[in-house]
T-cell receptor, first 113, second 115 residues
């Protein structure tokens, strides 16, 4: 079945360092991926997305890389700040299920000042 | 420019009671999605609705759960005869349309506690 999961449940970094959060997916029909940030007590907040016809996309301080060969994507955060501390989820959508996002379990990112 | 709105933010019910969760999508959005999140877990898809239509309910439990998105008013997720296992955070998301590459934007969630 379709699943999206994360390798590392927790990640601790120092302020100013770069962070890399990884995600693996199993459904080769997945054609769209989104990274969300969720702070305690809040809803997921959109960070960046990528379509399956791309292998890299950049935003402000964030980059998403997609490797379809090994069904892996990553989120890179440059110059990580304490305000980046949150749980990060990757989510994927299969082309046959337009409305349904499948979420990974999440990675807890802690940024130390 | 309000985002997705959900109410109530917190809801406490006793076993056997009914829970009604409301979601108002972002302005201009006609597609609504409901997800459930258990503690320390990712979000699990429940249902996808457009105005007056259920498009995909593959994630909805077969009993006690129902959802609607009427022509006027918010989307409602209804849980009848709640049990303790229904305690979770319920999130609503919306998008302007589906298909293509539409991002889903989430509301703050309703945290349901069943005593």
């Amino acid at each position: 079945g379709e699943s999206v999961g994360l390798h590392l449940p927790t990640l601790s970094v120092q302020e100013g360092d770069n962070s890399i959060i990884n995600c693996a997916y199993s459904n080769s029909a997945s054609d769209y991926f989104i990274w969300y940030k969720q702070e305690s007590g809040k809803g997921p907040q959109f960070i960046i997305d990528i379509r399956s016809n791309m292998d890299k996309r950049q935003g402000q301080r964030v980059t998403v890389l997609l490797n379809k060969t090994v069904k892996h994507l990553s989120l890179q955060i440059a110059a990580t700040q304490p305000g980046d501390s949150a749980v990060y989820f990757c989510a994927g959508r299969a082309g046959t299920s337009y409305g349904k996002l499948t979420f990974g379990q999440g990675t807890i990112l802690t940024v130390h000042p | 420019n309000a985002g997705v709105m959900q109410n109530p933010r917190h809801l406490v019910r006793r076993r056997g009671q009914e829970a009604r969760l409301r979601c108002s999508p972002m302005k201009g959005h006609s597609h609504v999605y409901w997800y459930r999140q258990l503690p320390e877990e990712g979000l699990k898809f429940m249902v996808y609705l457009q105005k007056e239509n259920i498009i995909d309910e593959s994630g909805m439990p077969k009993e006690r759960f129902s959802a609607e998105f009427p022509k006027e008013g918010p989307s409602i997720l209804r849980i009848q005869q709640v049990v303790r296992g229904d305690s979770a955070a319920y999130f609503c998301a919306s998008s302007p349309k589906s298909g293509g590459w539409e991002t889903q934007y989430f509301g703050p969630g309703t945290r349901l506690l069943v005593l």
